[in-house]
């Protein structure tokens, strides 16, 4: 069967189709930046639609190389709808929320699955098990190695949950690392409910500004601050800089994510077991980061942090910071800033 239907926080299309033998899912992930196709072999099925026929010339709609449809498709044979609730934009947020923190976990030599979000905010995870309708979210009140660094964590571990979660993956993914771990997954899954339930895709996914990816990641991976330092050389002797901060083992996403930008630097953090940081600084520039974040907002408690940073960054731009009374300003939300951070830093050996 076939359906176009629009979405309305996306503003674009997406091409719903599968075929089902038996019972038996068969959903294979579709790729391709300027053409959507489909065709069955065994039959007379087949689709092949431009993306150039389905959208508009409007400067709206946003190009997006993520695919959601077998997803969507396997999430409807599993609940009986088809997945309105989840946007375009949330499973994307999702997406690169879960390539920063998330963990796609294979063990028992290969024969056991299971995924793993871990957090010190538990909002964020209630809000993901109740958004997906799967898995559960656990309570570590001593932490670990009762260091009494308490934290939370959302768990999926029936097969049939982590399969959908590999349709959602499959072809959506951008660091290497992460496909490799699904390459597992999907090894597992397919001698569990047949092979080929699902096609495994080892191409990373396009990431964009005009997409949700980036907001998720920064909600797992970044930070939004600003520091103070003495400088005779700036009015009441003192410089702001205002940052955004990205931390990751992987440099070629923060490489890509700099060139996204136009600006910034990707730099080894020493002392770190193989952590670089991608920091963008500035003011005129730092407008690019802020008009990215207003149209894909974060859904963390760094959003708090996001609108904090903001009020600082107009501040400042209109000088008002030129002043005692204005500096002392900037520095009691510098401080409400640093506590939000503290809030939602990793927790154990995933803080770097």
């Known amino acids: 069967w076939f359906l176009a239907s629009p979405l309305s926080d996306m503003r674009t299309y997406i091409i719903y189709f599968a075929v089902s033998w038996n019972g038996l899912v068969l959903i294979g992930t579709l790729n391709g930046e300027n053409s959507i196709s489909y065709a069955q072999s ?10 150039s026929n ?32 989840l946007s375009n934009n949330w499973l994307t947020w999702f997406i690169g929320f879960v390539e920063g923190d998330g963990a796609i ?29 799967i898995g559960t979210v656990k309570h570590f009140p001593q932490g670990k190695s009762r260091n009494k660094n308490d934290f939370y964590r959302f768990i999926v571990d029936n097969p049939s949950h982590i399969l959908l979660l590999a349709f959602l993956f499959n072809s959506n993914l951008a660091l290497t690392h992460r ?23 080892n191409t990373a996914v396009s990431v964009t500004l005009k997409d949700a990816w980036l907001s998720g990641f920064t909600d797992a991976e970044g930070c939004f601050n ?26 070629t996403i923060l490489l890509i994510i700099r060139n996204l930008f136009g600006f910034g630097k990707v730099t080894f953090r020493s002392k ?60 009691a939300w510098q401080k409400q800033i640093n506590m939000e951070n503290g809030i939602t830093k990793k927790t154990g050996s995933a803080h770097p």
């Open 42 to 51: 065994a039959g007379n099925l087949s689709l092949c639609l431009s993306r």
């Open 54 to 85: 389905i959208q508009s010339a409007s400067e709206a709609i946003r190009e997006t190389s993520f695919n959601f449809s077998a997803f969507r498709q396997y999430y409807n044979t599993l609940f009986g709808n088809d997945a309105q609730h």
């Open 105 to 133: 976990q294979t063990y028992a030599n290969g024969t056991r699955v299971r995924f793993v979000l871990t957090q010190k905010e538990s909002a964020i995870l209630y809000y993901t098990q109740k958004k997906l309708g």
């Open 179 to 201: 496909i490799q771990q699904l390459s597992l997954w999907v090894k597992a899954l397919n001698n569990r409910f047949g092979l080929n339930t699902i096609i495994f895709s």
């Open 226 to 251: 600003l520091s103070i330092t003495s400088n005779a050389r700036y009015a009441l002797g003192n410089v702001i800089k205002m940052r955004y901060i990205l931390d990751q083992k992987n440099n």
């Open 272 to 331: 770190t077991d193989g952590v670089y940081r991608y920091t963008a600084t500035g003011f005129k520039q730092m407008n690019d980061v802020i008009a990215y974040f207003k149209l894909f907002p974060l859904l963390t408690k760094k959003a708090q942090s996001f609108d904090k940073w903001l009020t600082i960054h107009k501040f400042v731009c209109n000088k008002l910071h030129l002043t005692e009374e204005g500096l002392a300003q900037v520095r």
